[in-house]
């Protein structure tokens, strides 16, 4: 095997020959290990680090196997070969029990997570793992010959200290002792080890923090839209998506191509699944983003068939802007918080603390949830747009205001008119069902006293004050009608005093509000006369 052929060759004798993303050179060096046990590698050439793990950098000679006897043996298990799921978006796909000093907690650590894996995700089983290896660490610092029997409460009290002082957020404490309790209890429950009973109890919990929202100061999403056009034209399309609608990275990045609706209004749903709640979503969105994503759509369909690949955003397997180079795979989670804190070192993106921002993708989510909340938004409606699976989850948001929640919008009644009296016919029969209907004049209309407003109660605020009858994003239904009826009558007063007065343009606005409520009368008028 030459310097330009090097391999990985892994413990099923299954070999990967790898090449640089970027230039496409097999001249490369180890450079260290990522949390979860992957070599790193640097290519020498453009000086770029990657991990062979990552699916569109790898050519592969051989599919990895699947082999789950084999592999439960190892110290290094990869979920591929045991035929599991990695997780939606991930490059990690190991499980690396090797800093596990003590043999009697490596191997009770892969009996426990081989029966965690056929319950929760491969996701969860890393997270346990890593807190079973910080358990092993600490017992290697302070009793490195400690046997299971020996382990008691003033140990456990010890464990916790230990985790103080390593200057971790309470939450983290919390989740390391939460998985060191489940597995000595099932260590206890099954036999596998001549532990304790109730090792862990609930006092050596640290307090919940009140969790805060993590959403981005408006000093910071101004600069960021500043430089927007500084990003490759996907990763900008990807940045304005999640400024509207807080979509998790992993239901971004695996947005499918057809994942608009239309309703018979002309308003446009945005239909994704979400993979941690495992449900599909339908959330109403701007006209403004539909356009974002039917220009990605266009630029999709430039570089692939729909065979060749059928999402909405693609891998880059060039460097940054100008070169950014379309693969037909799914772009990975750190794809998008890579170049958009490349942008923020480039351009100096700052705080009002005069610290450089630090973008993470759940960032947009969070702002989302608070700018919704901060222009009144009811809370139950902020949870199921965000796609929340308890009040819980959205209260989250919620400590910004405690302003009085609007008024929700009624539900849809009759057909729909525009400001020229013109029906708006169905366009897609999945975008009409009542749920969705009352979900969109919930989030996306503004009342009004006679009909009501498709301008996007969380945008900047209407451009046409008092003057919605001249405006195209107004709607409204038969059971406004009367309403209508007696406006043209006021109108036609202010219109018969301005011009005896001689007032110009007050004659020229109301004209263009009487004949648009005319026409609006007349195609509701022929609908009740219908039924």
């Known amino acids: 095997m030459t310097q330009n052929q090097q391999a990985i060759q892994g413990q099923n004798k299954v070999y990967q020959f790898i090449n640089c993303p970027r230039c496409k050179s097999t001249d490369f060096s180890k450079n260290g290990q990522n949390p979860s046990g992957t070599q790193i590698y640097k290519c020498k050439q453009c000086n770029k680090s990657f991990t062979p793990d990552t699916p569109n950098l790898i050519q592969k000679h051989h599919e990895i196997n699947i082999d789950p006897k084999s592999e439960y043996s190892k110290d290094i298990w990869d979920c591929r070969a045991l035929g599991i799921e990695g997780g939606v978006g991930k490059s990690s796909y190991k499980l690396n029990f090797l800093p596990i000093k003590q043999n009697w907690i490596k191997e009770t650590a892969k009996t426990y997570l081989k029966v965690c894996l056929s319950s929760i995700t491969f996701a969860s089983v890393q997270e346990r793992l ?43 404490r919390y989740k390391c002792i939460s ?28 307090k919940k923090e ?158 989302v949830g608070t700018r919704m909340i901060n222009n009144g938004v009811p809370q139950h409606i902020v949870q199921r747009y965000l796609g929340h699976e308890s009040p819980n989850m ?19 009644q009759g057909k729909v008119v525009n400001i020229a009296g013109q029906v708006v016919e169905p366009n897609d029969l999945q975008a009409d069902i009542v749920d969705l209907q009352w979900f969109k004049r919930n989030i996306q209309a503004q009342a009004l006293p006679n009909g009501s407003c498709a301008l996007p109660t969380i945008s900047q605020g209407c451009p046409h004050a008092n003057a919605c009858l001249t405006c195209t ?46 026409k609006i009368i007349a195609g509701l008028e022929v609908d009740s006369n219908d039924n």
């Open 210 to 367: 009140k969790r805060l929202p993590r959403y981005i100061p408006e000093e910071v999403m101004q600069q960021l839209n500043q430089y927007l056009d500084d990003l490759a034209e996907p990763i900008m399309r990807m940045v304005l998506v999640l400024q509207e609608c807080g979509m998790r990275i992993s239901e971004l990045v695996n947005l499918r191509f057809d994942c608009l609706l239309q309703d018979k209004a002309g308003d446009w749903f945005l239909k994704y699944y979400q993979f941690k709640m495992k449900k599909e979503i339908t959330i109403p969105i701007s006209r403004e983003v539909v356009r974002v994503i039917q220009e990605q759509q266009r630029y999709i369909r430039q570089h692939f068939t729909q065979e060749e690949f059928n999402y909405l955003f693609c891998a880059n397997i060039g460097a940054v802007r100008p070169n950014f180079v379309p693969s037909p795979h799914v772009m990975l989670r750190k794809t998008l918080p890579n170049h958009l804190n490349r942008l923020a070192k480039r351009r100096n993106i700052y705080d009002n603390s005069g610290n450089l921002w630090h973008f993470q993708t759940h960032q947009f989510r969070h702002t």
């Open 473 to 518: 994003h107004f709607r409204t239904t038969a059971e406004y009608l009367s309403e209508h009826k007696q406006q043209l009558e006021q109108t036609n007063k202010i219109l018969q005093k301005a011009e005896t007065n001689g007032w110009v343009r007050q004659v020229e606005m109301n004209q263009k509000v009487k004949s648009n409520l005319e």
């Open 130 to 172: 890593g807190s079973i290896r910080k358990l092993s660490k600490f017992l290697s610092e302070n009793y490195p010959d400690i046997t299971p029997e020996e382990i008691d409460r003033n140990i456990i009290t010890e464990y916790t200290i230990y985790l103080a002082s390593q200057k971790l957020a309470s939450s983290t």
């Open 394 to 412: 959205t209260a989250v948001y919620a400590h910004i205001h405690d302003q009085t929640m609007k008024e929700e919008i009624a539900k849809f």
């Open 179 to 206: 998985d060191a309790k489940l597995f000595f209890d099932a260590a206890y429950q099954y036999q596998w080890l001549d532990v304790r009973r109730y090792l862990v109890r609930p006092e050596d919990f640290p």
